[in-house]
């Protein structure tokens, strides 16, 4: 198994102000902290999800967008290869060298950016009642509350439609282990 090199970027860590450095992972390509190779107590965990471009429109261009890339897919300035692209926030797309971590290549675009989908139906928190908001992470598309106390999320299925809410466990005392000391017995 070749080793999964990092590739040096000047976006800082946002957590310790490192260098973050692309990684290609099983899941995909994200940013992770350049301090992670430090010792444990020195470490530093960091991680930023990239959304791939297909997912992300470019407010600007308005509906030629889609069109407008396919045109003008970046080509790496070091080696020629094509470049694939990822959205790190609203206002910044990373263009990864197709040759990475053979090439260092990258590029930062800045803009604004948003993912698609994202004007589709708000979904509302069962749990605090705010507004939950389609977000990418590195297991797929799913909502999340916006309010930042609350923390809730429930996934997308594969059919598109928001899974439906996970229900807290429902004790059942009449249902006590007898023979067996069970963690669900009640004093």
């Known amino acids: 198994m070749q080793p999964n090199q990092m590739v040096l970027t000047s976006i800082d860590c946002p957590t310790c102000s490192r260098p973050m450095g692309i990684r290609t992972a099983s899941t995909g390509v994200f940013l992770g902290c350049s301090g992670y190779a430090l010792p444990p107590k020195e470490r530093c965990k960091q991680t930023i999800n990239l959304i791939p471009e297909n997912e992300v429109l470019n407010i600007l261009e308005g509906d030629d967008a889609e069109t407008n890339a396919l ?3 970046r080509r790496c300035q070091k080696c020629g290869t094509a470049m694939d692209s990822y959205l790190i926030d609203n206002e ?3 263009h990864v060298c197709g040759n990475n971590p053979e090439c260092d290549g990258y590029e930062i675009e800045k803009g604004e950016f948003r993912i698609k989908g994202y004007d589709g139906p708000v979904v509302e928190c069962e749990k605090c009642g705010s507004e939950m908001h389609l977000k990418m992470g590195r297991f797929g598309k799913y909502m999340a509350c916006t309010n930042e106390e609350c923390k809730n ?5 594969r059919s598109g439609e928001v899974a439906p809410p996970k229900e807290d466990p429902v004790p059942l005392p009449e249902l006590a282990c007898e023979k067996v000391r069970c963690l669900l017995r009640v004093a």
């Open 71 to 73: 045109r003008a897919r």
């Open 92 to 94: 910044r797309k990373l």
């Open 153 to 157: 999320t429930r996934k997308i299925l």
